[in-house]
Nanobody
Framework: QWQFVESGGGLVQPGGSLRLSCAGS????????IGWFRQAPGKEREGVAC????????YYANSVKDRFTISRDNAKSTVYLQMHSLEPEDSSVYFC???????????????????WGQGTRITGTS
């Protein structure tokens, strides 16, 4: 049974930093690519970043490239999202889930499961 627990969100000023964590259980974590997604009120869920099972390849949405870094610790079944230079537009609820890995690359549009965690909220402050 796929389970994901996201944590690390909070209030942040423009230009600030946060690190999100995604703890997976119920599956063999080091066999699957993991993606981070976010959803703001009234908007559709969008892909932010993903990492393949080995950690060797990553993908970033253009909106977060050069500001966010995804990494994983398979021994802890945890994937991280380090965020710098946060902008008001980054305010959202962030989720993680397993996605498919194709030819050594993670495929943000191909979910491996329909299971999602409760998410962790990032709220920008002025």
């Amino acid at each position: 049974q796929w389970q994901f627990v996201e944590s690390g969100g909070g209030l942040v000023q423009p230009g600030g930093s946060l690190r999100l964590s995604c703890a997976g259980s119920g599956f063999i974590a080091d066999r699957y690519a993991i993606g981070w997604f976010r959803q703001a009120p009234g908007k559709e869920r969008e892909g932010v970043a993903c990492i393949v099972s080995s950690g060797q390849n990553t993908y970033y949405a253009n909106s977060v490239k050069d500001r966010f870094t995804i990494s994983r610790d398979n021994a802890k079944s945890t994937v991280y999202l380090q965020m710098h230079s946060l902008e008001p537009e980054d305010s959202s609820v962030y989720f993680c889930t397993a996605i498919r890995e194709l030819d050594g690359h993670c495929a943000m549009g191909a979910l491996r499961t329909n299971s999602w965690g409760q998410g962790t909220r990032i709220t920008g402050t002025s």
